[in-house]
């Protein structure tokens, strides 16, 4: 199904304000976010003070259950499934994390389980609202500096992280 370019351009900020949004619930930094129409992916960079495997797998995964909530929400992307190649790589890392962590018969329960779990958060009203403030500046100017976004994405109840052990340095990721 072809959709407008307004449209397909709201559903790529979506993508990348559910990412950036994600990221602060799980307690990351968020250092930017980036939007561009087209072929030219949209990003955000953000930092895991404590890395977790499951926030990494959440915050990965957070693009793909925007794309997914906005279909059921509204009619006109009904049809349309995710709104780049994008979101390919999202998957990648997300299959990537979860087959570091368990066997592999495991992968797609966990998957799914993971996929439940990012959708039930983005569906908390101050969460979805903060995607949409977010994805709204996105559209006006292309990208949200670190001060934009913390002044967009205050009071998200944030998480504590997760109860695994740091298995890994901080580290930075970049999501598209």
């Known amino acids: 199904a072809s959709m407008n370019r307004k449209a397909e351009d709201e559903l790529h900020a979506i993508h990348e304000a ?14 930017g976010v980036s939007f561009g129409s087209n072929q ?19 915050i990965a995964l957070a693009g793909h259950a925007a794309d997914l909530r906005m279909a059921r929400l509204h009619q006109r992307y009904r049809d349309y499934g995710d709104p780049y190649q994008g979101v390919e790589r999202d998957l990648t890392i997300v299959f990537e994390l979860l087959a570091e962590a368990g ?65 890994r340095k901080a580290g930075r990721r970049r999501y598209r």
Do not use: C
Not at 49 to 54: C, D, G, L, N, Q
Not at 114 to 134: G, H, M, N
């Open 18 to 31: 559910a990412h950036a949004v994600m990221a602060a619930r799980m307690g990351w930094i968020v250092s």
């Open 40 to 58: 030219d992916y949209g990003y955000v960079d953000a930092e895991a003070p404590r890395w977790s495997r499951r926030a990494d797998v959440l």
């Open 103 to 167: 066997r592999a018969e495991s992968i797609f329960p966990r998957f799914v389980r993971a996929l439940d779990r990012a959708d039930s958060i983005l569906a908390e009203r101050r969460t979805w609202a903060a995607v949409r403030k977010v994805a709204a500046v996105l559209l006006r100017q292309g990208k949200v500096t670190a001060d934009e976004f913390a002044s967009l994405a205050t009071n998200l109840g944030r998480r504590r992280p997760g109860r695994q052990p740091k298995t």
